[in-house]
C-alpha cells in the first residue's frame, strides 16, 4: 500500500465524529502499523498513528507518547512532534518530562504560531505553582500570534477567577471572534473528516481556533 492509498483508506474508515466505529478505528491503526512495517522512517504516518489514539476512543496515550518519540528520533527538530508530546504529558500524562521542557524552552522559530503554540502549553505548566508566570507565558503567546483562541480565553478565565472581570471578558470577547470553524456533532449532516489529521486536532485541542459548537456557546456564556 503506498501513503495515497493509506489516506485515502483512513479518510474512508474514519466517518463522521457524531457516528465513531472502533472497530473501523482498529483498522485504520492495523492499516498504519503495516505500512511503518515496510517504511518505519515515515514521519507523516507515525503522527497520523499518534493523532489516532488521541482522537478516539483507542485512547492508548503511552502509545501515542511511543509514536511521538519516534517522529524525534527520525526528525529531532520536528516542531509538530515536539508541540504535540509537550501537550499530551502535560495533560494527560502528569506533567513535563525534564528532557521535553528543555526542548520546549530552547524551541526558537521563525513561525509564529508555534512560538505561540510553546507558550501557551508553557503558562499551563507554571499555571499551579506560579500564576504570575502562567500569566506572563500566556502574554507572550498573544505577542506572538494574536489570532488563536485557547490563549486568550484561558487567560480571560484566569483573570476573571482574580475579579478582574472586565479585562476577563475583553480577552474572551476576542477569543469568540477568532474562531475559524464551529462543528455542530449532532448534526447528521456534518462532513466525513479524517480521524489522524494533525492540523485538524491541533487547531481543535491547541490553538482552539475549530471549536465544539457546545464548548463555543459555554464560551459565549461568560461574557
Not at 449532532?186 to 485541542?205: A, C, G, K, W
Amino acid at each position: 500500500m503506498d501513503i495515497e492509498q493509506l489516506r485515502k483508506n483512513i479518510k474512508s474508515l474514519s466517518g463522521s465524529k457524531q457516528i465513531e466505529n472502533f472497530n473501523n478505528f482498529k483498522k485504520i491503526e492495523e492499516d498504519i502499523e503495516s505500512f511503518l512495517n515496510a517504511e518505519p522512517g515515515n514521519i507523516e504516518v507515525w503522527l497520523r498513528l499518534a493523532i489516532l489514539q488521541l482522537r478516539t476512543n483507542l485512547n492508548d496515550l503511552e502509545k501515542c507518547e511511543f509514536c511521538l518519540r519516534k517522529v524525534l528520533f527520525y526528525a529531532n527538530n520536528n516542531m509538530d512532534a515536539l508541540i504535540l508530546l509537550a501537550f499530551v504529558q502535560l495533560w494527560w500524562l502528569g506533567g513535563l518530562d525534564k528532557e521535553i521542557k528543555e526542548k520546549l524552552m530552547a524551541l526558537e522559530c521563525s513561525d509564529c504560531e508555534v512560538m505561540s503554540m510553546k507558550y501557551y502549553i508553557l503558562a499551563w505548566h507554571y499555571y499551579d505553582d506560579d500564576i504570575r508566570k502562567a500569566e506572563e507565558m500566556f502574554l507572550k503567546s498573544i505577542e506572538k500570534y494574536s489570532y488563536h483562541v485557547n490563549n486568550y480565553a484561558d487567560l480571560g478565565i484566569l483573570y476573571i477567577s482574580m475579579n478582574e472581570a472586565e479585562k476577563g471578558k475583553k480577552l474572551i470577547s476576542i477569543a469568540i471572534n477568532n474562531v475559524k470553524c464551529i462543528c455542530d456533532t449532532s448534526n447528521s449532516n456534518v462532513e466525513v473528516y479524517d480521524v489522524t489529521n494533525l492540523d485538524d486536532y491541533i487547531n481543535e485541542r491547541i490553538k482552539g481556533v475549530y471549536m465544539e459548537k457546545g464548548n463555543y456557546l459555554s464560551l459565549k456564556e461568560k461574557l
